[in-house]
């Protein structure tokens, strides 16, 4: 911690103390990405901290699913980290497992994407392919309709968060889409091209 600031070294140490399971360390790499592609995108300053907690923001899933938003905010209290960094992450569960409610940019991309990343990635290994590279937003749309598929990721938070924003549903997914190609490596959906 730099007088203030979290690095990413302390942030993905912290998220592997805490998480074992691969996909959900691979969910957490995916929403950093989009987080930094959104930072960038809006022209955020501070493109690191985006990222840092994207990469953190379901760090208490894995051990406390029954706390899930709730805990985080102790773990990271304990560590001394800013409350900026935790009631973003705490408000990404708004609604759900939380009662703080997304209100900076920061905090309302992290709830637009969060469930979005999933339902993309889910996407992406049904096709033949299993690559992002070359998904589209139609494939996704597509998908989206089916409410069978990937049914966990939830339509209506999605749909809430690009409200938020005052983005339209196609240009959320898009942008997700350019986010998560940036580490298509990382997280498993590169594909056979």
Same mark, same amino acid.
């Given at each position: 911690?730099?007088?203030?600031?979290?690095?990413?070294?302390?942030?993905?140490?912290?998220?592997? %103390?805490?998480?074992?399971?691969?996909?959900?360390?691979?969910?957490?790499?995916?929403?950093?990405?989009?987080?930094?592609?959104?930072?960038?995108?809006?022209?955020?300053?501070?493109?690191?901290?985006?990222?840092?907690?994207?990469?953190?923001?379901?760090?208490?899933?894995?051990?406390?699913? %029954?706390?899930?938003?709730?805990?985080?905010?102790?773990?990271?209290?304990?560590?001394?980290?800013? %409350?900026?960094?935790?009631?973003?992450?705490?408000?990404?569960?708004?609604?759900?497992?939380?009662?703080?409610?997304?209100?900076?940019?920061?905090?309302?991309?992290?709830?637009?994407?969060? %469930?979005?990343?999933?339902?993309?990635?889910?996407?992406?290994?049904?096709?033949?392919? !299993?690559?992002?590279?070359?998904?589209?937003?139609?494939? $996704? !749309?597509?998908?989206?309709?089916?409410?069978?598929?990937?049914?966990?990721?939830?339509?209506? $938070?999605?749909?809430?968060?690009?409200?938020?924003?005052?983005?339209?549903?196609?240009?959320?997914?898009?942008?997700?889409?350019?986010?998560?190609?940036?580490?298509?490596?990382?997280?498993?959906? !590169?594909?056979?091209?």
């Amino acid at each position: 911690m730099e007088n203030g600031h979290v690095t990413r070294e302390e942030a993905l140490a912290l998220l592997k %103390e805490y998480n074992q399971n691969e996909s959900l360390i691979k969910h957490a790499l995916a929403v950093e990405a989009v987080m930094r592609h959104f930072a960038e995108l809006f022209g955020e300053p501070d493109v690191e901290k985006w990222g840092i907690i994207g990469l953190v923001h379901d760090l208490d899933y894995e051990r406390y699913p %029954e706390q899930h938003c709730q805990k985080v905010r102790e773990i990271l209290a304990d560590r001394q980290w800013p %409350e900026e960094y935790i009631r973003s992450i705490v408000s990404h569960g708004w609604g759900i497992c939380s009662d703080v409610e997304p209100v900076e940019r920061m905090e309302k991309v992290l709830y637009a994407i969060d %469930e979005l990343t999933g339902l993309i990635t889910a996407t992406v290994l049904v096709r033949p392919n !299993k690559s992002i590279m070359d998904l589209t937003v139609k494939s $996704v !749309k597509k998908k989206w309709k089916q409410k069978s598929f990937a049914a966990g990721a939830n339509r209506e $938070v999605i749909e809430a968060g690009a409200e938020k924003l005052g983005m339209n549903l196609d240009e959320l997914i898009a942008e997700t889409i350019k986010g998560m190609q940036k580490v298509a490596d990382e997280i498993g959906l !590169k594909g056979e091209l």
